[in-house]
């Protein structure tokens, strides 16, 4: 049992990290415009999701390693400098490792943490694109125009993505998955 459940998390997580980064570049093209207020910009955090997960409920390192490379690949599919968001999967990985010990393993403990690394990832980049000379929009408008609709749009999507989630970490061996 323990030689199956290790090898269905070997090649699951970068499926399931492959897939969503490649969905996470189509997502908000095809996201209704209507939903959007003028200038309003939709950033999809699926994949961020994935490795939240992986690092909250299973203690295997790998998902370390797996943030990095995926966030490599995220880099040279969706943005132009490669290594940003690499580094920003690799340092929330790490953070949410560090920090599981101290949160029960629940629904809500999870939803928070991927809502604060979305923060930390959108933030972050904000700041290096702005310090680059890349982005000129200010603080506030990068709150109103980005931060907030994506938010919402990666909260609606965990709570849609929550039961596909729960029956793939039960696949892979994690039984306690409690919603409250």
């Known amino acids: 049992m323990r030689i199956n459940r290790w090898q269905r998390l070997k090649w699951t ?16 093209a095809i996201f ?18 994935y490795i939240v997960t992986f690092a909250f409920y299973f203690r295997e390192s790998n998902i370390l390693v797996y943030s990095f490379i995926f966030g490599l690949f995220y880099d ?4 132009t400098v490669l290594g940003v968001y690499a580094t920003l999967y690799f340092i929330i990985a790490y953070l949410i490792i560090k920090v599981k010990k101290y949160f029960p393993k629940k629904m809500p403990v999870h939803a928070m943490l991927f809502f604060v690394g979305i923060v ?6 904000y700041v290096f694109y702005n310090e680059l000379g890349t982005s000129m929009i200010s603080m506030t408008g990068f709150l109103v125009s980005r931060l907030s609709p994506t938010l919402i749009f990666n909260i609606v999507m965990a709570i849609i993505l929550y039961f ?5 970490l039960n696949w892979l061996g994690y039984e306690d998955y409690i919603i409250f």
Not at 120 to 125: E, M, Q, R, S
């Open 120 to 125: 930390i990832l959108d933030a972050l980049v």
């Open 76 to 79: 040279s599919y969706n943005t």
């Open 164 to 168: 596909p989630t729960r029956s793939l």
């Open 32 to 49: 209704p415009a209507a939903f959007l207020g003028n200038g309003q910009v939709i950033v999809s955090h699926i994949t961020l999701y």
């Open 13 to 28: 997580i970068p499926v399931i990290l492959f897939l969503t980064t490649i969905i996470d570049a189509a997502l908000p």
